[in-house]
């Protein structure tokens, strides 16, 4: 089969590359639609630690179902979204319905070959049947939008302000899971004008260039004498995140899921006499996985003017431009 394969940092290149062979419980699924991830972009800039050239990388993934090995609910011809993760299905996290942070757990496109290829296999229960109403390009966002949903449910005890830093595919997920969540009001903090537009039109009810010589004084006013709640960090750099602490009120929560940098100094002390609550955010569930699926049938996703598609042998040309800084591309969807 064809698969657009991780060589070497900076570089992707479009070949051959073995079939899946399938296992016991397993299936094969030809991909019609394959997201790009910032967690892709993230090792393809030869940052991950987890991500080996050669790789077939991408977690985000719809298609139909081709083959399938033993018993399960969907069959040949299914159309699929792929829950890419996998726990050992015996661990206390995987009981729970947290099988997404077991310690034994495997990625598609990272510990198995992923979803920017014609075909990949998968474990037959990871597969969830699309509606009618939800298109492969759809179904390549399930996994994204999940992402947003499991961020916001990680605030479940605010509706206060919010303030979202980084406006890339995570900050927009996470803005339209907080909009539906109903937080009080919502500031999104972003340098590329294409994205604060982006931003503005699902629900931001300010955006703010960090940029500008004023924009924390602007935030701070926004929020105003109640504070911000809940800062969510979708940018993950060293001045993001000792900006959510500027910003976050005192007992406040920030909300870590951006991955630019591995390491940042803060101001600990800080954190201790305010009480402030830091936690990451990874992954979801396989519930909310489930709800991202009805979220978007039900048109609960504004797509219109921030998702585009290209061909699967473009990806190296996609990921030269989604790490542009200037990019007008914000989510791109990889068509084999």
């Not at 937080?183 to 537009?197: M, T």
Request: one cysteine or more.
């Amino acid at each position: 089969m064809k698969a657009l394969v991780y060589t070497a940092p900076r570089r992707l290149e479009y070949q051959e590359w073995p079939d899946p062979e399938l296992g016991a419980s397993e299936a094969l699924v030809r991909i019609r639609a394959a997201a790009v991830c910032g967690s892709d972009l993230h090792g393809w800039l030869g940052h991950s630690r987890g991500r080996v050239p050669p790789l077939v990388l991408g977690h985000e993934m719809a298609g139909e179902v081709v083959e399938v090995r033993g018993d399960g609910a969907v069959a040949a011809g299914a159309r699929v979204a792929v829950y890419p993760l996998m726990g050992c299905g015996h661990c206390a996290y995987c009981t729970s319905g947290r099988d997404y942070l077991c310690p034994s757990r495997k990625l598609l496109g990272l510990h198995i070959p992923g979803g920017f290829a014609e075909y990949v296999k998968a474990p037959i229960v990871n597969l969830d049947t699309l509606p009618p109403e939800v298109d492969f390009t759809g179904g390549a966002l399930v996994e994204s939008l999940a992402c947003g949903i499991h961020t916001a449910g990680l605030a479940s005890r605010e509706r206060g302000p919010l303030a979202i830093l980084g406006a890339g595919p995570v900050g927009l997920m996470g803005l339209t899971a907080a909009r539906q969540a109903g937080f009080s009001k919502i500031a999104v903090v972003e340098v590329n004008p294409h994205r604060v537009e982006v931003a503005r039109r699902l629900g931001a009810d300010l955006t703010v260039n960090p940029k500008a010589p004023n924009a924390l004084e602007e935030l701070q006013g926004f929020f105003g004498g109640e504070g911000c709640a809940v800062v969510l960090d979708a940018a993950g750099f060293t001045v993001t995140r000792q900006s959510a602490l500027r910003l976050v009120r005192t007992a406040g929560l920030i909300i870590l899921a951006g991955l630019g940098e591995q390491e940042t100094a803060f101001d600990c002390v800080d954190v201790i006499r305010r009480e402030i609550r830091l936690t990451g955010a990874f992954a979801y569930s396989r519930r909310e996985f489930q709800s991202a699926v009805k979220w978007i049938a039900e048109g609960r996703l504004a797509t219109a003017d921030w998702i585009s598609e290209a061909p699967l042998a473009d990806g190296q040309t996609v990921f030269e431009s989604l790490v542009d800084p200037q990019s007008t591309r914000v989510k791109v969807v990889l068509k084999p």
